[in-house]
């Protein structure tokens, strides 16, 4: 069988009588061309390369209000599934912890001085006058907490002369812990300070006592009423650092390769945190008879101040950390609290369990946004492909920082609903933590009574698992009305700080990702 001439045999062949001049610049044409057309194919190559890995990447948000635990899962993720970075950096965070304890001390030294110059207990709402009205059912009351307060303090006992040399002494002791805390904030690139705090806030259009109902709340039931010229006072204010600065501060701790200006700045901060441990190993006995001292752990039940359920307690660890030879552990780096401004992206690879993909790891890029009011426009941009919404929820006796008015777990079933609403968000494995449990046991067994803020409870037990049931049952039927087609919510009991229950916890969460929203993909 004769072949077939090829047709573009003619267009490929080189002219004929080509000169030695024209056959170079033949071939210097055909290479330039064919460079381009390399070019080009490499080009093609690397978009399929980037969109089948940007398919195959598992994007998780992680959403809530400050202060909810956003942050400290993000920890526990990382130490589960990046722990290589996680060892790496770990050293860098002793500065953190050491800043956490001597804020403790200087916060508990300044309550004294408020008790000694006789200033009110500060409490986080003063009202005008009671609320004599009954308030309707299913009402967050936060009032008559803050009522009981004022008629518990009124009659507040005087300080013996004895007392209040103690309390001076202390002051006079752990004086140094002051410049202490001034040379860490520098090495950690402290930002200013954020306004956490309203000497008043200003007058609305509603007359005394109107209710204020919650735009955000599937229930317009559950409300806070709020009167003018309500003040909030906070004991200290929290420290702020810029999310950029800290990610560069982990990194030259990690690898010690930053360069030029920004290296010898980290060098010459790094000798504060070296001040910091010798001057806290000179106050540890001071701060330890600081913080058992019978007196002053009345002072601070009188007013208020429960240190142990702050993030960053380190007071019952004192012993351990101010040493000059002090590392910290893993729990220490998840306890510890550091607010920082802006979005944190973090990537790990997670394994995958399932049969077919056994040993196998898939890119998850996590996004720690800010949780603050002022903060919460810029989530948007982040609703875009994202795989996962994990939601920490936490504080039903609480009010917002920035916003006292407004019960923390009553802004946080707005802000449910809102996400759960959102059309962008609708392909969305949504995970929601019912976090601190840790804490609600303790407030729990101390007396304070669920049903005084969350009215719909009722006369149900105080206790710690039929209201974790009503919290979660609240959540999954908020979910179930209000999502814009029919998913699968998961609720956990949570607390963060417990890494081990917490990494159980997380590989649930990992599977329940991996299944809803891979499957289509036939990842898993």
């Not at 009981?148 to 812990?177: C, G, H, Y």
């Not at 004991?235 to 030259?252: K, P």
């Not at 840790?438 to 049903?451: A, C, H, N, P, Y």
Request: charged share 30%; glycine share 4%; net charge neutral.
């Amino acid at each position: 069988m004769i072949a077939e001439p090829d047709p573009f045999a003619e267009f490929l062949r080189p002219p004929l009588n080509e000169t030695p001049s024209e056959r170079a610049t033949r071939r210097i044409r055909e290479a330039e061309e064919k460079r381009i057309s390399d070019a080009i194919d490499e080009q093609i190559r690397q978009e399929r390369q980037i969109l089948q890995k940007q398919k195959e990447l598992v994007k998780v948000l992680l959403l809530g209000q400050s202060e909810s635990g956003k942050s400290t899962t993000l920890k526990n993720f990382r130490l589960e599934y990046a722990r290589d970075e996680w060892e790496a950096e770990k050293a860098s965070w002793r500065a953190v912890i050491q800043l956490n304890l001597v804020r403790s001390i200087t916060s508990i030294l300044d309550t004294l001085q408020a008790e000694i110059d006789g200033e009110p207990p500060s409490t986080i709402l003063d009202t005008d006058e009671p609320e004599t009205p009954a308030q309707p059912r299913g009402s967050v009351d936060i009032l008559s907490e803050f009522n009981d307060v004022d008629s518990n303090t009124s009659a507040q006992p005087a300080l013996s002369l004895e007392e209040i040399q103690r309390f001076q002494l202390f002051r006079l002791k752990l004086a140094p812990l002051r410049r202490v805390e001034m040379d860490l904030k520098l090495r950690l690139g402290a930002a200013t300070e954020e306004v956490t705090s309203m000497d008043e806030i200003p007058e609305t259009q509603s007359d005394p006592g109107t209710e204020i109902h919650s735009l955000e709340s599937p229930d317009s039931r559950h409300m806070l009423r709020m009167r003018k010229n309500r003040r909030r006072r906070i004991q200290g204010e929290e420290m702020v650092v810029r999310g950029l600065r800290w990610r560069e501060f982990l990194t030259y701790g990690r690898t010690r390769s930053i360069s030029g200006k920004t290296r010898a700045s980290f060098e010459f901060q790094e000798s504060a945190e070296g001040g910091a441990a010798e001057i806290l190993s000179g106050c540890k006995e001071d701060m330890k008879r600081l913080w058992q001292d019978g007196d002053v752990r009345g002072i601070l039940k009188r007013r208020k101040m429960e240190m142990e359920n702050n993030a960053g307690f380190f007071l019952n660890d004192i012993d351990r950390i101010a040493t000059l030879s002090y590392l910290p552990s893993d729990d220490d780096v998840v306890r510890s609290r550091l607010r920082t401004v802006g979005v944190q992206e973090y990537r790990i690879f997670v394994d995958i369990t399932n049969s077919n993909s056994r040993g196998s790891t898939r890119e998850w890029v996590l996004y720690d946004v800010g949780g603050s009011r002022t903060m919460r426009r810029a989530w948007i941009p982040y609703f875009q492909d994202v795989n996962a919404i994990i939601f920490p929820i936490s504080g039903f006796d609480e009010v917002l920082l920035e916003d006292p008015s407004v019960n923390r777990l009553n802004d946080s079933v707005g802000l449910w609903k809102a996400i759960i609403s959102s059309r962008l968000l609708q392909h969305t494995t949504m995970v929601c933590f019912l976090n601190k449990c840790d804490i609600l046991k303790r407030k729990l067994r101390s007396g304070i009574q669920f049903r005084n803020f969350v009215r719909d409870y009722g006369s149900q037990p105080n206790d710690i698992t039929p209201i974790a049931k009503f919290i979660k049952d609240r959540f999954r039927n908020i979910a179930i009305k209000y999502s814009n087609q029919q998913r699968t919510t998961y609720i956990y009991t949570t607390s963060v700080t417990d890494t081990k229950a917490t990494a159980t916890t997380l590989r649930s969460v990992r599977d329940s990702i991996f299944r809803e929203n891979l499957a289509s993909a036939q990842f898993v």
